[in-house]
């Protein structure tokens, strides 16, 4: 996408006016979507855009601009302007570039770049629209949407690195609404992969559209949920959003590297109950947060960041590195080129126990399971977090007894990592978004089933 002679001459002048390190980032982005409302195509989008992120380094300061032109001239006026702010006498000598692009561990069939497939989406939407609609004539609505995207991405830098990947991505989403007179109340799915369109295979319109309606409906009618502290099961899948938010972002050397994580100092020391082991894994095949390479050019990997309740290691980017000491961990990620990277999560979740669900359940005397979670809020640095539930049902005497609505989750990362006393074996992910100060990219949430002892439930 660019030409390594014109990348070259820009580094070197980056290198000439005192950088430490200089980065460009090129990238082509295709996206296509359709969306399904009111029992019809809503909206058909698509869109390209390209452009050139440039980063220089001067010791901890990191500059970055971007453009969306591919000449040299330009380029180099960009990088003028960044090396602008900072003059300092050094000139670091730019290494041969070197290309290599690594193995493609996702293999895709039917590329967004290849699309043939719009009727056989609204097909499927349709369909998943039918099926929702048939469980219940209280379901007043259904939205859906299929995203597809293509990115492309080529990476080089002053340490000779010259690399490259072609990441696709599907998404399909799938919201029911349920209405009785005034009360309303909703369904919501939307699964995701590293993958083409032959991730329609994988998910079965009809079940999704059983799916959302069903939760819909048991919500529509649910008891008002209690409040208090009591022990709660938070159920697998995206029940993994609160180890993601409350307590994956503060092992990220974003916040680390200024101290702003509780954890910060806690590396080698027991932070949660030993029956956790958390991971945080970029290699997983065709999953929706993996990725071949970060957004700086490295390999992923597979990170265990927490092993039998013991801190063992944080997600660490190029300059996390520089400021923290530990080894990068392939985690550099940006939404785009309009963005410099950090350390992110990729596929983040909390490793399979031995406990079974019924386990648990039994030895709740009263308390809530947690089914699915819904969203909520963090505050950085401390891991302070409520999360709504959005299928949640009660527990008496070791039984699930009846559907609730309305419930909180409130508590902190450090206190529930904690609590949680049983890990379930019924693991999986969940697809997700998230947003930090490198925009929002594609991550992946999981877990097994598992119960925390005590926690703080906001009801009605």
Same mark, same amino acid.
Request: aromatic share 6%; with cysteine; glycine share 10%.
């Given at each position: 996408? %660019?030409?390594?002679?014109?990348?070259?001459?820009?580094?070197? @002048?980056?290198?000439?006016?005192?950088?430490?390190?200089? =980065?460009?980032?090129?990238?082509?982005?295709?996206?296509?979507?359709? &969306?399904?409302?009111?029992?019809?195509?809503?909206?058909?989008?698509?869109?390209?855009?390209?452009?050139?992120?440039?980063?220089?380094?001067?010791?901890?300061?990191? $500059?970055?601009?971007?453009?969306?032109?591919?000449?040299?001239?330009?380029?180099?006026?960009?990088?003028? !302007?960044?090396?602008?702010?900072?003059?300092?006498?050094?000139?670091?000598?730019?290494?041969?570039? #070197?290309?290599?692009? $690594?193995?493609?561990?996702?293999?895709?069939?039917?590329?967004?770049?290849?699309?043939?497939?719009?009727?056989?989406?609204?097909?499927?939407?349709?369909?998943?629209?039918?099926?929702?609609?048939? &469980?219940?004539?209280?379901?007043?609505?259904?939205?859906?949407?299929?995203?597809?995207?293509?990115?492309?991405?080529?990476?080089?830098?002053? #340490?000779?690195? @010259?690399?490259?990947?072609?990441?696709?991505?599907?998404?399909?989403?799938?919201?029911?609404?349920?209405?009785?007179? #005034?009360?309303?109340?909703?369904?919501? &799915?939307? /699964?995701?992969?590293?993958?083409?369109? =032959?991730?329609?295979?994988?998910?079965?319109?009809?079940? !999704?559209?059983?799916?959302?309606?069903?939760?819909?409906?048991?919500?529509?009618?649910?008891?008002?949920?209690?409040?208090?502290?009591?022990?709660?099961?938070?159920?697998?899948?995206?029940?993994?959003?609160?180890?993601? &938010?409350?307590?994956?972002? !503060?092992?990220?050397?974003?916040?680390?590297?200024?101290?702003?994580?509780?954890? @910060?100092?806690?590396?080698?020391?027991?932070?949660?109950?030993?029956?956790?082991?958390?991971?945080?894994?970029?290699?997983?095949?065709?999953?929706?947060?993996?990725?071949?390479?970060?957004?700086?050019?490295? +390999?992923?990997?597979?990170?265990?960041?927490?092993?039998?309740?013991?801190?063992?290691?944080?997600?660490?980017?190029?300059?996390?590195?520089?400021?923290?000491?530990?080894?990068?961990?392939?985690?550099?990620?940006?939404?785009?080129?309009?963005?410099?990277?950090?350390?992110?999560?990729?596929?983040?979740?909390?490793? /399979?126990?031995?406990?079974?669900?019924?386990?648990?359940?039994?030895?709740? =005397?009263?308390?809530?399971?947690?089914?699915?979670?819904?969203?909520?809020?963090?505050? *950085?640095?401390?891991?302070?977090?409520?999360?709504?539930?959005?299928?949640?049902?009660?527990?008496?005497?070791?039984?699930?007894?009846? *559907?609730?609505?309305?419930?909180?989750?409130?508590?902190?990362? *450090?206190?529930? $990592?904690?609590?949680?006393?049983?890990?379930?074996?019924?693991?999986? %992910? +969940?697809?997700?978004?998230?947003?930090?100060?490198?925009?929002?990219?594609?991550?992946?949430?999981?877990? *097994?089933?598992?119960?925390?002892?005590?926690?703080?439930?906001?009801? #009605?």
């Amino acid at each position: 996408m %660019l030409n390594p002679s014109t990348a070259k001459a820009v580094i070197d @002048h980056a290198l000439f006016l005192g950088a430490d390190f200089a =980065e460009l980032f090129v990238e082509h982005h295709q996206s296509g979507s359709v &969306e399904f409302n009111a029992g019809d195509v809503d909206k058909i989008n698509g869109g390209i855009d390209f452009g050139i992120g440039i980063r220089l380094f001067f010791g901890h300061k990191v $500059l970055y601009g971007y453009t969306n032109s591919t000449e040299e001239e330009e380029l180099k006026r960009v990088t003028s !302007l960044l090396a602008a702010k900072d003059n300092r006498d050094q000139i670091v000598q730019a290494s041969a570039l #070197n290309f290599s692009r $690594l193995t493609d561990k996702h293999p895709v069939r039917q590329p967004l770049s290849q699309d043939a497939n719009l009727e056989a989406k609204i097909a499927f939407l349709r369909a998943t629209d039918k099926a929702a609609r048939a &469980e219940n004539g209280k379901i007043a609505q259904f939205i859906g949407r299929i995203l597809q995207r293509q990115q492309q991405v080529e990476i080089f830098n002053s #340490n000779g690195l @010259h690399t490259g990947d072609t990441r696709h991505y599907t998404r399909i989403a799938a919201t029911a609404v349920a209405q009785d007179g #005034n009360e309303q109340s909703t369904g919501f &799915e939307a /699964p995701g992969a590293l993958t083409g369109w =032959e991730f329609n295979t994988r998910i079965d319109p009809t079940s !999704l559209g059983q799916q959302v309606a069903k939760q819909a409906m048991i919500k529509l009618t649910a008891d008002n949920c209690p409040s208090g502290e009591m022990p709660v099961i938070i159920g697998n899948g995206f029940g993994g959003v609160i180890f993601h &938010e409350a307590c994956g972002h !503060l092992l990220e050397t974003t916040s680390v590297a200024k101290k702003a994580s509780v954890f @910060h100092d806690q590396m080698g020391e027991m932070i949660a109950n030993p029956v956790v082991s958390a991971v945080d894994d970029g290699t997983m095949a065709n999953e929706w947060g993996s990725i071949n390479i970060d957004d700086e050019g490295m +390999a992923t990997q597979r990170t265990q960041l927490i092993k039998d309740g013991k801190l063992t290691s944080f997600m660490v980017d190029q300059m996390g590195a520089k400021k923290t000491g530990f080894a990068p961990t392939g985690s550099g990620r940006r939404e785009s080129y309009k963005f410099a990277p950090t350390s992110r999560m990729r596929n983040t979740f909390i490793e /399979p126990g031995d406990s079974s669900l019924e386990a648990m359940i039994a030895s709740v =005397e009263k308390g809530i399971f947690a089914k699915k979670m819904g969203g909520g809020s963090v505050q *950085p640095g401390t891991g302070e977090f409520n999360f709504a539930v959005q299928e949640a049902y009660l527990i008496e005497d070791g039984k699930i007894t009846r *559907p609730l609505k309305s419930a909180t989750l409130i508590s902190t990362g *450090p206190k529930v $990592l904690k609590e949680i006393s049983m890990v379930g074996q019924d693991f999986e %992910l +969940a697809a997700g978004m998230c947003g930090s100060v490198s925009g929002s990219v594609p991550t992946t949430v999981g877990q *097994p089933a598992l119960k925390v002892d005590n926690i703080l439930v906001g009801g #009605n």
